[in-house]
């Protein structure tokens, strides 16, 4: 018994060793390789030096590391730039604001080794970065625009057009404006509902009459129906002018355009101009005026959308219900924070009442993405789950979690 008990004894010595020895090679290999990061996301190294002054080494240190920091930064903003772009180009010239931070793209960040020959000090940093954040940063600095153009044009949804047009005080139908709106937009590649069976159907005239009433909710049931993600509104009138050019009338007109999404009734781009003809067939002069009116208008108009596709920003309408007001606080400080949701940039609540949150986030990645980051994220005691979803809204309801959801 005594002999097996020494024989235990001595192993153990051994193997603890052994373990430690492990250990500290294991420590050695991940110095070696410089960064020990998790699998996701990337890792980059900055270079930075500095010479000693007068003795002061800490100074020079600093130095050294904030310059080798922002080469790391720097590389790390370069892999996601496309070469040979727009992209490039303002990434070239704003980049000494862009390396101002705050970097919250930046998950581990680490001094790798220094090294001092004679007064030049050199500096090793590294830093890992989530590449998903390091995009949206990009994105929100107008970095991105181009690509955010092209998926921004990808994913705009169908556009009805409904115009009124009066001439003279009286409605006038086929409206001009309307032709030359739809002719202009597909020709900058909108997709349009059809624009012919819903000219000639009444509940189009319908639509048309209860814009003009301010009853809003008809035509977006309208809109909806026929698959319509944005409704171009507007109003065309026009009036006989008190000058006359050679033994002609001058006709000027007046168009009022406003851009809406059908889901959140949200405006996003709204513009007015005017036109003059001189002619003297009252319907000539007219519609000239009209179209030199609307095609001033619609290039305005379109200036807006182009902003929009710019951006990465995006508004996006939330309610939940079921919800308490110190849930609803509680629920805030959760999604304010950048480490777990950091494409939402901003909340802003627009009412509270019967236990209904009324919100508008701005977010910066697409509708679609975030939704479904809230949709499956795990909020611990509680879950929202999906009750209704639009590409600009989406309504929630707050569930208490019972035990049987936690296994």
């Not at 070696?32 to 930075?48: H, K």
């Not at 009286?170 to 509902?193: A, G, M």
């Not at 110190?326 to 019967?354: C, H, M, N, T, V």
Request: aromatic letters at 8%.
């Amino acid at each position: 018994m005594m002999t097996q008990s020494f024989s235990n004894s001595q192993h153990r010595p051994s193997r603890f060793y052994v373990a430690k020895f492990c250990f500290i090679a294991l420590g050695l290999v991940c110095f070696n390789a410089s960064l020990c990061w998790g699998n996701s996301g990337e890792s980059f190294q900055g270079i930075g030096t500095a010479v000693v002054i007068s003795g002061d080494k800490d100074s020079a240190v600093k130095i050294a590391q904030q310059a080798a920091l922002q080469k790391a930064i720097s590389q790390a903003m370069e892999s996601q730039i496309q070469k040979g772009t727009k992209e490039e180009l303002k990434y070239n010239v704003n980049r000494q604001g862009l390396l101002k931070g705050p970097f919250s793209f930046i998950t581990q960040q680490r001094v790798l080794k220094t090294e001092i020959q004679g007064k030049l000090l050199k500096v090793f940093v590294g830093i890992h970065v989530d590449s998903n954040r390091l995009l949206q940063y990009l994105g929100q600095q107008g970095i991105l625009a181009h690509r955010m153009e092209q998926r921004k044009r990808k994913e705009f949804p169908p556009i009805m057009v409904l115009v009124s047009e009066e001439i003279s005080g009286k409605e006038h139908t086929p409206s001009f404006s309307r032709n030359i709106l739809s002719k202009t937009l597909l020709e900058n590649q909108f997709e349009l509902v059809d624009e012919q069976a819903i000219a000639h159907s009444i509940e189009h005239d319908k639509a048309v009459q209860s814009l003009l009433k301010g009853n809003q909710r008809a035509a977006v049931a309208m809109a909806l129906q026929y698959g319509a993600g944005i409704i171009i509104s507007g109003r065309a009138t026009v009036h006989k002018a008190a000058l006359k050019s050679a033994g002609m009338q001058v006709y000027g007109a007046n168009v009022v355009l406003q851009a809406y999404h059908t889901d959140s009734a949200e405006i996003f781009a709204s513009a007015s101009a005017d036109g003059t003809y001189p002619h003297i067939h009252m319907l000539a002069g007219s519609r000239k005026a009209i179209e030199e009116a609307t095609d001033k208008a619609l290039k305005s108009l379109l200036k807006d959308f182009q902003r929009q596709f710019e951006t990465s920003e995006s508004k996006l309408l939330v309610s939940i219900s079921g919800i308490t007001f110190r849930q609803l606080e509680y629920l805030k400080r959760i999604l304010k924070d950048p480490g777990r949701f950091p494409s939402l940039s901003d909340i802003k609540p627009k009412s509270y009442q019967a236990k209904v949150a009324k919100l508008q986030f701005t977010i910066t990645n697409s509708p679609q993405e975030f939704i479904d980051e809230m949709a499956t994220y795990d909020f611990g005691k509680f879950a929202l789950d999906v009750l209704s979803y639009a590409p600009r809204k989406i309504d929630f309801a707050l569930r208490i979690k019972s035990r049987s959801d936690s296994r």
